[in-house]
């Protein structure tokens, strides 16, 4: 496969997912025993990915872009970014074309994609306006492929298109990733928390999550918050 996947054109503008200070990205040093407390990792999503693919990735491409323009769509206008990245195919989806193109996925005859995996969300409170993305796993059992497709909302309109309709295992997916990360995945049958108690304040996988320090059922214990656990200083 060719290193040109790794490329960034000369016209794209890196899209900062984070900046992570101390080795376990403390926002203080207070709580950073590691003796990292100064490394800085920056965090940028991965290029827009230069024809060809290789692999069996162009020939999926070309597939979904032949049925989009039955449906008087562009491949452009469907997809924001095409990434290749650890030998993986990732198609970075605009949401309001999601169930359209996991409808194709599953139908054409050159794609089949019987299987999709289910849906996780990750949010990047730091990406400012594309903070919430959902990653959807998809697989032909017929074809032997693999397939990623990314959808990437805002925090402050973070509604993505159920895709039941189209796999219906995906519901309690979908539930999980909204329970989770507050993703709200319109028209889905019974979008409800699967885990938390139904009154739950918040979503506990988000990074801007408290860790600790909330109070739980077991007679007013408190569990601490992280940076306070292992200070050496107080």
């Known amino acids: 496969m060719s290193d040109d996947n790794e490329i960034v054109s000369q016209n794209e503008k890196p899209i900062l997912k984070d900046v992570i200070k101390g080795a376990f990205g403390s926002p203080t040093s207070a709580g950073d025993t590691s003796g990292f407390g100064g ?8 290029p827009a990915a230069i024809r060809p693919y290789g692999s069996y990735f162009d020939s999926i491409v070309d597939a979904l ?7 008087n769509l562009t491949l452009e206008q469907v997809v924001e970014r095409v990434v290749v990245q650890h030998d993986q195919l990732t198609l970075m989806v605009i949401s309001k074309h999601l169930v359209t193109v996991a409808q194709a996925l599953r139908d054409d005859r050159e794609l089949r994609f019987e299987m999709c ?5 990750v949010h990047w409170p730091n990406e400012i306006g594309r903070e919430l993305h959902a990653i959807y796993p998809f697989v032909s059992i017929t074809n032997n ?6 959808v990437v909302v805002p925090d402050s309109n ?6 039941t309709s189209v796999y219906p295992a995906n519901n309690w997916h979908e539930r999980e990733t909204y329970d989770f990360f507050g993703i709200i995945f319109d028209g889905h049958p019974s979008l409800t928390r699967i885990e938390m108690p139904d009154d739950w304040v918040g979503h506990p996988q988000r990074k801007d999550y408290p860790l600790g320090g909330i ?10 918050a992280p940076d306070n656990r292992r200070n050496y200083h107080g």
């Open 39 to 46: 490394l800085v990792t920056t965090i940028q999503a991965a």
């Open 65 to 71: 872009e032949r049925v989009l323009k039955t449906n």
């Open 117 to 121: 995996m289910g849906v996780t969300g």
């Open 145 to 150: 492929r693999r397939v990623l497709v990314e």
């Open 158 to 163: 973070p509604h993505i298109p159920s895709i």
């Open 215 to 224: 109070p739980v059922e077991y007679k007013g214990a408190v569990i601490p």
